[in-house]
């Protein structure tokens, strides 16, 4: 276990009943105050409020909203208190950030967060706190490969792994030679890997890496190397506001109908009303799409619809199913936290049962999923296939302590 225990207590569990870290020095003297049931649940919700994720928070957050709702409002019998937090997807402030959540708001939880650098920038404190997190989205590998942990969990994908699906997808529809563009951060360089060896590993070649800066959008000089590559593909990891102008720029190049697009699906989900015609016949991986007709996914659209007026997407998934998994380890205690092990112990075992279709976690905290091959047509991201079925993330260094 990675967390820090004290004569049997958590770090966090002093933290809460001491008001703050200067009580750990006065432990010896100080009573175990233990949370009564009707206590609220607090849970820190640090994402994107602002920014080029702004409307992926945004989504994360309704979702989380609508699945408590659902519940009556209580999970394992306690309500819920949310404390928000902007994380303007900033890695620089993502300590600071979590520490405030965990010392100064004293959450009990932290679902968190989108972007790959800021999960990265959270993972030490809640380390070191024993904090249970809920990643919602951001893919970052290391989160459950070298840095895995007990209270370590997520409920969307690595970056690994949609990028894997892709480029799979395309070495099985016969591409020999592809590159790969992206943002210069850990989410566009893992998905990298992942496209280079779903390609490579049935027959194709990642020939060239092209990057810009995170969030920048002035690919334009990229763009124009793109037809000397002699590729036949290119792949592709951006997402919300920087996917829009990707797409709509890669057309206006005259690429689109030279050398097809495609990548992790981000590409294309939640952003076809911006991108319109731009879009029509992207290929792309992801673990959820439009027109899967189960009663699961078509009640949480409409639902999501009716309470939100926006189309379900991934984030909106993720997010409801961070919730879920949530309500699976309260539910598993009668609420009590403090039962800690048993509430792991039933979040790591839990079937979800999400509008993606079921989803299990590895031994890492990861899900294992299929990757969708989807096709956008008449402004859907239409599931036409399976690009990985039950594909599981490498996660590479995880020991779980
Ligand atoms: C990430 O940084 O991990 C990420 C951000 C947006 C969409 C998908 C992944």
Same mark, same amino acid.
């Given at each position: 276990?990675?967390?820090?225990?004290?004569?049997?207590?958590?770090?966090?569990?002093?933290?809460?009943?001491?008001?703050?870290?200067?009580?750990?020095?006065?432990?010896? #003297? /100080?009573?175990?105050?233990? #949370?009564?049931?009707?206590?609220?649940?607090?849970?820190?919700?640090?994402?994107?409020?602002?920014?080029?994720?702004?409307?992926?928070?945004? @989504? $994360?957050?309704?979702? $989380?909203? &609508?699945?408590?709702?659902?519940?009556?409002? &209580?999970?394992?019998?306690?309500?819920?208190?949310?404390?928000?937090?902007?994380?303007? =997807?900033?890695?620089?402030?993502?300590?600071? @950030?979590? @520490?405030? %959540?965990? =010392?100064?708001?004293?959450?009990?939880?932290?679902?968190?967060?989108?972007?790959?650098?800021?999960?990265?920038? /959270?993972?030490?404190?809640?380390?070191?706190?024993?904090? %249970?997190?809920?990643?919602?989205?951001?893919?970052?590998?290391?989160?459950?490969?070298?840095?895995?942990?007990?209270?370590?969990?997520?409920?969307?994908?690595? @970056?690994?792994?949609?990028?894997?699906?892709?480029?799979?997808?395309?070495?099985?529809?016969?591409?020999?030679?592809?590159? *790969?563009?992206?943002?210069?951060? #850990?989410?566009?360089?893992?998905?990298?890997?992942?496209?280079? =060896?779903?390609?490579?590993?049935?027959?194709?070649?990642?020939?060239?890496?092209?990057?810009?800066?995170?969030?920048?959008?002035?690919?334009?000089?990229?763009?124009?190397?793109?037809?000397?590559?002699?590729?036949?593909?290119?792949? =592709? *990891?951006?997402?919300?506001?920087?996917?829009?102008? *990707?797409?709509?720029?890669?057309?206006?190049?005259?690429?689109?109908?030279?050398?097809?697009?495609?990548?992790?699906?981000? %590409?294309?989900?939640?952003?076809?009303?911006?991108?319109?015609?731009?879009?029509?016949?992207?290929?792309?991986?992801?673990?959820?799409?439009?027109?899967?007709?189960?009663?699961?996914?078509?009640?949480?659209?409409?639902?999501?619809?009716?309470?939100?007026?926006?189309?379900?997407?991934?984030?909106?998934?993720?997010?409801?199913?961070?919730?879920?998994? %949530?309500?699976?380890?309260?539910?598993?205690?009668?609420?009590?936290?403090?039962?800690?092990?048993?509430?792991?112990?039933?979040?790591?075992?839990?079937?979800?049962?999400?509008?993606?279709?079921?989803?299990?976690?590895?031994?890492?905290?990861?899900?294992?999923?299929?990757?969708?091959?989807?096709?956008?047509?008449?402004? &859907?991201?239409?599931?036409?296939?399976?690009?990985?079925?039950?594909?599981?993330?490498?996660?590479?260094?995880?020991?779980?302590?």
């Amino acid at each position: 276990m990675h967390r820090i225990v004290y004569k049997g207590v958590s770090r966090r569990s002093l933290l809460r009943g001491a008001g703050g870290a200067a009580a750990l020095g006065a432990f010896s #003297a /100080m009573p175990f105050v233990k #949370a009564r049931a009707a206590d609220p649940v607090k849970v820190g919700l640090m994402l994107p409020y602002s920014g080029t994720f702004a409307k992926l928070g945004e @989504n $994360i957050t309704f979702a $989380i909203e &609508m699945l408590l709702e659902e519940k009556g409002g &209580m999970l394992g019998g306690r309500p819920i208190e949310f404390v928000r937090l902007d994380d303007e =997807s900033d890695p620089a402030k993502a300590p600071e @950030n979590t @520490n405030r %959540l965990v =010392s100064r708001d004293e959450v009990d939880v932290i679902i968190g967060t989108v972007h790959s650098g800021v999960l990265m920038g /959270m993972i030490q404190v809640v380390r070191d706190s024993g904090t %249970l997190l809920i990643c919602p989205n951001a893919g970052a590998g290391a989160a459950t490969g070298k840095f895995c942990a007990p209270n370590i969990f997520r409920t969307s994908f690595s @970056n690994w792994q949609p990028a894997y699906g892709a480029g799979r997808q395309l070495g099985v529809d016969g591409v020999k030679k592809a590159a *790969f563009i992206t943002w210069d951060y #850990a989410a566009g360089q893992e998905a990298a890997e992942g496209f280079k =060896s779903g390609l490579e590993e049935h027959g194709g070649t990642l020939v060239q890496t092209l990057t810009v800066p995170f969030p920048e959008t002035n690919w334009q000089a990229l763009l124009a190397q793109i037809p000397s590559l002699g590729v036949e593909a290119v792949g =592709s *990891f951006f997402a919300g506001g920087g996917a829009v102008q *990707f797409v709509k720029d890669y057309q206006a190049a005259g690429l689109k109908d030279q050398i097809p697009l495609t990548g992790s699906g981000f %590409l294309t989900e939640g952003t076809l009303g911006a991108q319109g015609d731009a879009a029509t016949g992207i290929r792309t991986a992801l673990h959820y799409g439009d027109g899967i007709e189960t009663e699961r996914n078509m009640t949480f659209r409409e639902a999501f619809l009716a309470r939100t007026e926006r189309e379900a997407d991934v984030y909106a998934v993720q997010g409801y199913d961070a919730a879920q998994l %949530l309500a699976a380890g309260l539910e598993a205690v009668g609420g009590d936290m403090d039962a800690e092990d048993e509430m792991i112990a039933a979040m790591a075992g839990a079937t979800i049962d999400s509008p993606r279709g079921q989803f299990t976690l590895s031994a890492a905290h990861n899900p294992v999923q299929d990757f969708y091959l989807r096709e956008v047509q008449d402004g &859907m991201n239409k599931v036409i296939g399976i690009a990985a079925e039950k594909l599981s993330d490498p996660a590479t260094g995880c020991e779980m302590g």
